[in-house]
C-alpha cells in the first residue's frame, strides 16, 4: 500500500507542477501588459517590463539645466542642478560628455568642457558647472551617464486616459455607448435562440434534422462575408448605420452557436420530466416556461458570458454598422484605436486602455464563471 | 433605462462637440490671410451636415478639426470628421454598402484611383483643376496625380491633394555628429563614405526598421524609389511606376542593390542586417538618442519625430538633412514626397463648398502654424510655419529639381501596397535582388 501511495503522490506533484507552469505561461503576457501600463512610452521602448521590477544599472543621457538658469558668483558663471531631478533618484558610477567617451569620469571628477568652463557630477546626480565666461546656447549640456536607478513606475497613463478631459469626455460616452451595444446584443439572441433549440430539441415536425444541420452549417460561414450586403440590407430598409443595426447583426452573427449550445444542453435533460408535464396536459410554452428554462440556466449563463465578451470587444462589427462618419456614435475599442494615433505609436495607452476595457468582462466574468463550465460541458459529457 | 443610457450618450456627445467649438487663431490676428475666412462668411450652410472620413487620429485629429473649425464658423455648417485607423478597408465597405460620408481623405491616391473607377467619386469641377495648376508649385504634376480614369475610362479630375510629406530625409544628431567630428554630407558619395568612416571607428552608422505589422516592409520601398530617383532620370521612374519599365529591369535591380548597400552590410546597421526586417519602424529611430548612440543617422520621412523620445527639440536635440544625390550622376535634386488627397465619395453642396475651402490660404495657414504640415500652396504665407524645421523641409520641397510620388502608392494596389512590401522585406532577409524583382514583376502581371 506504501508503494502505490508513494507513486501517487508523485503523480499529484507532476500534474501540481505542470498546472502552476502552465498558469504562469498563461498569466506572462497579461502580467507584462500590466507594468507596462504602469511604464513611459521611453521606457517601454527601451527596456523590457521583466527588467523594469529592479534596479538596474542604466546609461541614460540627461541635459543639464539650460545656459539661461546661469547664477554669477563672484568671478564665475555657475550653472548647478540635479540630473535626477524629475524622475526618481539613482546613483551615478561614472560619466562623460560625449557620446564617444560615455564612462570617462568616475563621479566626483572634473570634467573639461569643449566649449569653455568645468562641469562636476557627484555620484547623487547633483552637478556644478562653472565657467569664468558666459555659457552660451539655448539647449544645456549633455551627460552621459551610467547608474544604478531604482524601479521607476507612473501612474500618468491611467491619468491621462481617465482624468484628462481631452480623452476622458470620449472614453466616458464609449463606454456608455459600448454598455448600450453590448446588453441588447446579449440578450435578443439568448431569447430567440432559448425558443429555437426548444422547438430543435423536444418538437416533433419534418426537417427538424436539416434545419439543426443547416444551423451547424452557419457556424463555419466567416461573418466578414456578410458585411457588405447586410449593411446593403440595412440601409435599404432605412436602418441605416446605428444601435439597431449593430444589434441585429451581433444577433444575427451569434445565433448559430447559441442555437447549437442552447440545443445540445436541453436535449441532455430528461426526457421523463417533459413527458410528465405532456401527460399531465402542459402546452409546449409552459414546458419551455417552467421546466426548460430554469434547468437550462448555466447553458444561457455561459453563452451569455461569450456574447457579452464578444460583443465587449468587437471593434469590426460596429465599425461597420454602427460608427457612422458623423462621430456620434463611437465604442471603447474604437476609442482605443483612436488613442493609438495615427500610426499606432502610442503603445503605453495601448497597454493601459487594455486593462481599463477589460475591467467590465472580468467583472461580468467572475460573476458568472461558476456556470461557464457546467455550461460548456453540458451536452458533450453525459 | 435604455432610453436613459441614449440620453446620457446624446448629453455627452453635446459636451464633446461644444469643447471643440473655438478657434486656435483669432480672426484677424497674425499673418494669416484673413480675407479668404472673411469671403467664406458669405457661403451661408447653417444645418447642413457634412461628413469627412480620413486616417488620422489623435494630435492629428485635432489638428485637422482647428482647420474645419474655421469652416464651421464662417459657414454654419456642421462639419464631422471622423478617422480611422482602418480607413482602407473602412470607406470600401462604407462606400460599396451605401453609408459613404460626404468627404474621403486617402493617404495614397492608388486606392482613389480604384474608387473613381467603380464610380464611387464625384469629378470636382474644371476650375478646380485649373486653380491647382495655377497655384500649387508643380502645379500640373499635382493635377496629374489627382486625375483618374472614370467608370466610363475618361480620364477625370477626381483628387485634390491637402498637406504633403517630404520623405527624403535623413534624421541625425548633430551633437553626436560633433562629438565624432562628422560633417553632414552634401553628396550620397559623401555619405557612403561617411558610413564607412563610422564603420571605421568602430560605431555603426544607421539605424533601418521595416516593421510596420501588416504594412511590413513599406520603409524599404522608400528607400528604393529614392535611390531610383538617385540613379535614373525621372522618366525612368514614371515609366517604372506604371510598369512600362519592368520591375526586374537591371535599372530597378540596381535601385534595390544600392538599398542594399546599406542595409544588408551587417557593419552599416544597427542589430545587424537580420535586425532590419525585425525591427519595427517606430522603433528604429530611439536607436539615435540611446546611450551610447546605436547608430548615427536614420532615412525616414517628415512624419517620424512623433516617435522621438518625449522632450526632443527639432534642430536642436535631433535634426535632419536632405538625402543626398550622386555628384557623378548630374540628376540634380531629386526629392520623393507623398501627400493625402480629398476626394467627394457622397456629393452635397456642402462637400463642394468644403472643397472650395480646402483651397484657400487660411485652410493651409491654420495647420502649419501648428505642427506637421507641409503644402506646395503658392499663396499663403510661409513665415507662419509653427517652427523652423518645418520651413526648412518646405525649403527642401522647393529647392528640388525634381518632386516624385511615392512610387508604392501610384502603383496598383496588389503590388505597391502588396508584393513590392514582401519583396522588400524578402530581400532585406538575404534573397536575391533579381529574384526579388522577378517575382513582383510576375505578381504584376498576374493583376493586368
Known amino acids: 500500500m506504501d508503494n502505490i501511495a508513494g507513486t501517487k503522490s508523485g503523480l499529484t506533484w507532476a500534474v501540481h507542477l505542470s498546472v502552476a507552469f502552465l498558469v504562469i505561461l498563461w498569466l506572462f503576457p497579461t502580467v507584462g501588459l500590466f507594468v507596462s501600463s504602469f511604464r513611459t512610452a521611453d521606457q517601454i521602448a527601451t527596456s523590457g517590463w521583466w527588467k523594469s521590477m529592479f534596479p538596474a544599472e542604466q546609461n541614460l543621457v540627461i541635459r543639464a539645466a539650460a545656459p539661461d538658469t546661469q547664477v554669477q558668483q563672484g568671478d564665475l558663471y555657475v550653472i548647478e542642478g540635479d540630473l535626477f531631478e524629475g524622475r526618481s533618484a539613482g546613483t551615478v558610477s561614472v560619466w562623460g560628455i560625449s557620446s564617444r567617451a560615455i564612462a570617462d569620469y568616475k563621479a566626483g571628477d572634473t570634467a573639461e568642457l569643449n566649449k569653455g568652463g568645468t562641469i562636476t557630477v557627484n555620484p547623487d546626480g547633483t552637478y556644478r558647472m562653472e565657467n569664468t565666461e558666459e555659457f552660451t546656447g539655448s539647449r544645456g549640456q549633455r551627460v552621459f551617464i551610467t547608474a544604478t536607478t531604482p524601479p521607476e513606475f507612473t501612474t500618468a497613463n491611467y491619468e491621462s486616459m481617465l482624468l484628462d478631459p481631452r480623452n476622458s469626455e470620449g472614453m466616458t460616452k464609449a463606454f456608455f455607448s459600448t454598455l448600450t451595444v453590448t446588453i441588447p446584443s446579449t440578450v435578443i439572441p439568448i431569447v430567440i435562440a432559448a425558443f429555437a433549440a426548444y422547438a430543435l430539441a423536444w418538437m416533433e415536425f419534418p426537417g427538424r434534422a436539416l434545419l439543426i444541420a443547416a444551423v451547424v452549417g452557419l457556424l463555419v460561414v466567416p461573418l466578414q462575408l456578410a458585411l457588405i450586403p447586410l449593411l446593403k440590407f440595412h440601409n435599404v430598409i432605412g436602418i441605416g448605420k446605428g444601435y439597431v443595426g449593430v444589434w441585429l447583426a451581433h444577433t444575427g452573427f451569434g445565433l448559430p452557436l447559441a442555437i447549437y449550445l442552447l440545443r445540445n444542453y436541453m436535449v441532455g435533460l430528461p426526457r421523463d420530466i417533459i413527458e410528465n408535464a405532456k401527460v399531465d396536459g402542459a402546452t409546449d410554452f409552459q414546458i419551455f416556461v417552467k421546466i426548460i428554462l430554469p434547468l437550462s440556466f448555466p447553458a444561457l449563463a455561459s453563452f451569455a458570458i461569450f456574447q457579452f465578451l464578444w460583443t465587449w470587444n468587437d471593434l469590426l462589427v460596429a465599425m461597420v454598422f454602427l460608427v457612422d462618419s458623423t462621430g456620434e456614435t463611437t465604442v471603447m475599442t474604437k476609442q482605443i484605436v483612436e488613442l493609438l494615433g495615427t500610426r499606432g505609436g502610442n503603445w503605453e495607452i495601448l497597454a493601459t486602455a487594455a486593462f481599463i476595457s477589460m475591467a467590465v468582462p472580468i467583472a461580468v466574468f467572475f460573476a458568472m464563471q461558476r456556470y461557464l463550465v457546467r455550461g460548456l460541458l453540458a451536452g458533450s459529457v453525459k | ?448
Open chain 2, 1 to 448: 433605462m435604455k432610453l436613459n443610457l441614449l440620453a446620457s450618450v446624446a448629453g455627452l456627445a453635446l459636451i464633446a462637440g461644444a469643447a471643440n467649438a473655438e478657434l486656435r487663431f483669432a480672426p484677424g490676428e497674425g499673418a494669416f490671410n484673413w480675407d479668404s475666412y472673411e469671403a467664406l462668411k458669405s457661403v451661408d450652410l447653417s444645418g447642413e451636415q457634412i461628413t469627412v472620413f480620413g486616417p488620422w487620429l489623435g494630435p492629428d485629429q485635432e489638428l485637422v478639426d482647428s482647420v474645419l473649425e474655421y469652416f464651421r464658423e464662417a459657414t454654419g455648417a456642421d462639419v464631422r470628421y471622423t478617422g480611422s485607423d482602418s480607413f482602407e478597408q473602412q470607406i470600401v465597405v462604407d462606400v460599396e454598402g451605401g453609408s459613404a460620408p460626404n468627404i474621403a481623405i486617402y493617404p495614397q491616391p492608388g486606392l482613389a484611383a480604384d474608387m473613381a473607377g467603380r464610380g464611387q467619386l464625384t469629378p470636382l469641377p474644371q476650375e478646380t483643376a485649373d486653380w491647382t495648376r495655377e497655384n500649387y508649385a508643380a502645379g500640373q504634376s499635382w493635377v496629374d496625380l489627382g486625375t483618374y480614369a472614370g467608370p466610363g475610362g475618361e480620364d477625370e479630375y477626381y483628387g485634390f491633394f491637402y498637406k504633403v510629406d517630404v520623405k527624403s530625409l535623413v534624421w541625425y544628431i548633430p551633437e553626436n555628429f560633433e562629438d565624432a567630428g562628422y560633417e553632414v554630407p552634401e553628396t550620397m558619395e559623401d555619405l557612403k563614405a561617411l558610413t564607412e568612416q563610422i564603420v571605421a571607428d568602430g560605431e555603426t552608422p544607421w539605424c533601418i526598421g521595416l516593421g510596420s505589422g501588416g504594412a511590413t516592409g513599406w520603409p524599404a520601398t522608400d528607400w528604393v524609389e529614392d535611390m531610383m530617383l538617385r540613379t535614373q532620370d525621372p522618366a525612368t521612374y514614371d515609366m517604372w511606376v506604371t510598369n512600362d519599365l519592368p520591375f526586374n529591369d537591371e535599372k530597378v535591380v540596381a535601385a534595390i542593390e544600392e538599398f542594399g548597400w546599406f542595409a544588408r552590410n551587417d557593419d552599416h546597421v544597427a542589430g545587424g542586417a537580420g535586425a532590419v526586417a525585425s525591427t519595427d519602424f517606430r522603433d528604429s529611430p530611439k536607436g539615435l538618442f540611446s546611450s551610447p548612440p546605436q547608430c548615427y543617422m536614420h532615412r525616414q520621412a517628415s512624419f517620424i519625430p512623433t516617435f522621438f523620445p518625449e522632450g526632443t527639440v527639432i534642430g536642436e536635440d535631433a535634426d535632419f538633412f536632405y538625402f543626398p544625390a550622386y555628384a557623378e550622376k548630374d540628376l540634380g535634386k531629386p526629392v520623393l514626397g507623398a501627400g493625402t488627397v480629398f476626394a467627394i465619395t457622397n456629393d452635397s453642396p456642402g462637400a463642394q463648398e468644403l472643397m472650395k475651402f480646402l483651397q484657400s490660404p487660411i485652410a493651409h495657414e491654420v495647420w502649419m502654424a501648428q505642427s506637421g504640415f507641409l503644402t506646395p500652396h503658392k499663396g499663403v504665407n510661409t513665415d507662419l510655419f509653427g517652427d523652423p524645421t518645418l520651413k526648412k523641409m518646405n525649403d527642401i520641397l522647393l529647392n528640388a529639381d525634381t518632386f516624385r510620388f511615392d512610387g508604392s502608392d501610384l502603383m496598383p494596389g496588389g503590388v505597391g501596397a502588396g508584393t513590392f512590401w514582401t519583396g522588400m522585406v524578402d530581400y532585406a532577409g538575404g534573397a536575391d535582388a533579381q529574384t526579388v524583382a522577378d517575382e513582383i514583376q510576375n505578381s504584376w502581371d498576374a493583376l493586368k
